[in-house]
């Protein structure tokens, strides 16, 4: 495969945002290079084996569409979806398909390295590829990378954590397990109502996606007899497609930074103990659970928040919470704040009214200081609060595919970013947002 010394759009990291933007650029006549870290693309979402996929949807009204739809019916296809949970590897070759028939360029196995700027415009960036450099330029850039890479080494401005104590939300490993028997589990939480979370439903139906969370006493007795971590608060899984089997959300690291490589490497080796601590603690004691067994940890612990972009605007926590909606919106969600506490620091849910959603202005997709660098995702310009709410899978598939849009309209029109006129941004992604 020729890597040219050239692109039009260069997109770094290919997690769901930055796989939406290419595929969007591509399909929009943009010549794309994703660039990707890992040999496979996904990022939390394969990577870090993170499903389901968050609530998107208010009073029926689906809230994101297009890539995101690809990339779900592609799922379904290939039985790898239950009504929003998946399998990562459904969710890596529906990418590699829709990448691959937008004519977008991957390079895998690939981790930017450098960045090269003239004042406020970059020119270029180094990958490192197998043992050697490649220095590759484009118009227009787009940083996908969830930490910010691309702004970090560029220089460009961002922000990190908590506004007041600077925290980072928890990190969790996920994990999947097997012959799980569902019938004896949900019976069992449908008779210990208190064991669980109020907001857990027991209607349960087997034939579609189950949510359990909770063994409060179970957890607190293993955790008093030094069996079990104490920074694991509950046990939370969802089913997936195969029978018997769940996805588990459950193991809680604290205290470290998820965009360095030493704290990292703790947060690898803490997941894995509490998975086992937890595995063992299932097998055990936990009806249901008798002949279950691992199937397989995520093969990097998943990272929820590091570094984010300042950009012209930053969506805040007031405006999920009231809703707010904007003349320049390129995207919309009506997931709430989500943040997962630190030591010292509680865990907040706070959702929106039923019914109600957000919009999420293009302002928050441009970077500060910089004339052709775009964010999606993790790293969308946002508060802390805001930023929240606007991680989850979905949100970020929509503002990915709207940095998408946004970079071919330039390189088409051979505008600056500024100068592209958002109703032609909002044309392109007509599907995403609420026509007036
Ligand atoms: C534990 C956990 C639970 C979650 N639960 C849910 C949930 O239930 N539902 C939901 O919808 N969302 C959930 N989320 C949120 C969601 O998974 C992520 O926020 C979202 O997937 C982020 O997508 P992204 O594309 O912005 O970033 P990422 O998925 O992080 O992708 C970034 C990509 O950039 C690559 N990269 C980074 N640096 C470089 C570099 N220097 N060079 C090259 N490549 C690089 C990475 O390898 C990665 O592939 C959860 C997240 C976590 C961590």
């Given at each position: 495969?020729?890597?040219?010394?050239?692109?039009?759009?260069?997109?770094?990291?290919?997690?769901?945002?930055?796989?939406?933007?290419?595929?969007?650029?591509?399909?929009?006549?943009?010549?794309?290079?994703?660039?990707?870290?890992?040999?496979?693309?996904?990022?939390?979402?394969?990577?870090?084996?993170?499903?389901?996929?968050?609530?998107?949807?208010?009073?029926?009204?689906?809230?994101?569409?297009?890539?995101?739809?690809?990339?779900?019916?592609?799922?379904?296809?290939?039985?790898g979806?239950?009504?929003?949970?998946?399998?990562?590897?459904?969710?890596r070759?529906?990418?590699?398909?829709?990448?691959?028939?937008?004519?977008?360029?991957?390079?895998?196995?690939?981790?930017?390295?450098?960045?090269?700027?003239?004042?406020?415009?970059?020119?270029?960036?180094?990958?490192?590829?197998?043992?050697?450099?490649?220095?590759?330029?484009?118009?227009?850039?787009?940083?996908?990378?969830?930490?910010?890479?691309?702004?970090?080494?560029?220089?460009?401005?961002?922000?990190?954590?908590?506004?007041?104590?600077?925290?980072?939300?928890?990190?969790?490993?996920?994990?999947?397990?097997?012959?799980?028997?569902?019938?004896?589990?949900?019976?069992?939480?449908?008779?210990?109502?208190?064991?669980?979370?109020?907001?857990?439903?027991?209607?349960?139906d087997?034939?579609?996606?189950?949510?359990?969370a909770?063994?409060?006493?179970?957890?607190?007795?293993?955790?008093?007899?030094?069996?079990?971590?104490?920074?694991?608060?509950?046990?939370?899984?969802?089913?997936?497609?195969?029978?018997?089997e769940?996805?588990?959300?459950?193991?809680?690291?604290?205290?470290?930074?998820?965009?360095?490589?030493?704290?990292?490497?703790?947060?690898?080796?803490?997941?894995?103990?509490q998975?086992?601590?937890?595995?063992?603690?299932?097998?055990?004691?936990?009806?249901?659970?008798?002949?279950?067994?691992?199937?397989?940890?995520?093969?990097?612990?998943?990272?929820?928040?590091?570094?984010?972009?300042?950009?012209?605007?930053?969506?805040?926590?007031?405006?999920?919470?009231?809703?707010?909606?904007?003349?320049?919106?390129?995207a919309r969600?009506?997931?709430?704040?989500?943040?997962?506490?630190?030591?010292?620091?509680?865990?907040?849910?706070?959702h929106?009214?039923?019914?109600?959603?957000?919009?999420?202005?293009?302002?928050?997709?441009?970077?500060?200081?910089?004339?052709?660098?775009?964010?999606?995702?993790?790293?969308?310009?946002?508060?802390?609060?805001?930023?929240?709410?606007?991680?989850?899978?979905?949100?970020?598939?929509?503002?990915?595919?709207?940095?998408?849009?946004?970079?071919?309209?330039?390189?088409?029109?051979?505008?600056?970013?500024?100068?592209?006129?958002?109703?032609?941004?909002?044309e392109?992604?007509?599907?995403?947002?609420?026509?007036?």
């Amino acid at each position: 495969m020729e890597i040219r010394s050239s692109y039009d759009v260069i997109v770094v990291g290919a997690g769901i945002a930055g796989i939406s933007a290419a595929v969007k650029a591509g399909r929009s006549g943009a010549r794309v290079l994703l660039v990707e870290q890992y040999g496979f693309v996904g990022g939390m979402s394969t990577a870090g084996m993170v499903s389901p996929f968050m609530k998107h949807a208010v009073q029926g009204e689906v809230l994101v569409r297009g890539v995101f739809e690809d990339i779900e019916r592609e799922m379904r296809a290939q039985n790898g979806m239950i009504d929003n949970g998946f399998y990562a590897h459904a969710f890596r070759s529906a990418s590699y398909h829709l990448l691959t028939e937008a004519g977008c360029t991957m390079l895998l196995h690939a981790v930017i390295a450098g960045v090269h700027r003239t004042d406020e415009r970059v020119d270029s960036i180094t990958v490192f590829v197998a043992g050697r450099t490649l220095t590759i330029s484009a118009s227009v850039f787009i940083d996908t990378s969830g930490d910010a890479q691309l702004l970090f080494l560029a220089g460009l401005p961002w922000a990190k954590g908590d506004e007041a104590t600077g925290k980072l939300q928890a990190l969790t490993l996920f994990f999947r397990m097997g012959n799980i028997d569902l019938q004896r589990v949900t019976d069992y939480a449908a008779a210990n109502r208190k064991e669980f979370f109020d907001w857990m439903d027991t209607s349960f139906d087997l034939t579609k996606i189950v949510s359990v969370a909770g063994y409060f006493s179970i957890v607190k007795k293993a955790i008093a007899e030094g069996r079990l971590s104490p920074d694991v608060q509950y046990i939370f899984f969802t089913t997936l497609p195969g029978s018997g089997e769940g996805s588990f959300n459950t193991s809680n690291i604290l205290a470290l930074d998820g965009s360095t490589s030493p704290d990292l490497t703790r947060a690898e080796l803490t997941g894995r103990k509490q998975v086992h601590q937890v595995v063992t603690l299932l097998k055990n004691e936990v009806p249901g659970f008798e002949r279950s067994y691992l199937i397989e940890t995520a093969p990097q612990v998943g990272v929820r928040e590091t570094r984010r972009a300042v950009g012209d605007y930053a969506v805040t926590g007031e405006d999920i919470k009231r809703g707010r909606k904007f003349d320049d919106s390129i995207a919309r969600g009506c997931y709430g704040i989500d943040i997962h506490g630190q030591k010292d620091e509680e865990s907040r849910m706070e959702h929106l009214p039923e019914g109600d959603y957000y919009e999420i202005p293009l302002r928050a997709l441009l970077v500060k200081e910089a004339v052709n660098v775009l964010v999606a995702g993790r790293c969308i310009s946002s508060t802390r609060e805001g930023h929240s709410a606007l991680r989850i899978q979905p949100t970020s598939a929509a503002t990915g595919e709207a940095c998408g849009a946004l970079a071919a309209l330039a390189v088409r029109k051979d505008l600056p970013l500024r100068s592209v006129d958002v109703r032609s941004v909002q044309e392109l992604i007509a599907h995403n947002i609420t026509q007036r």
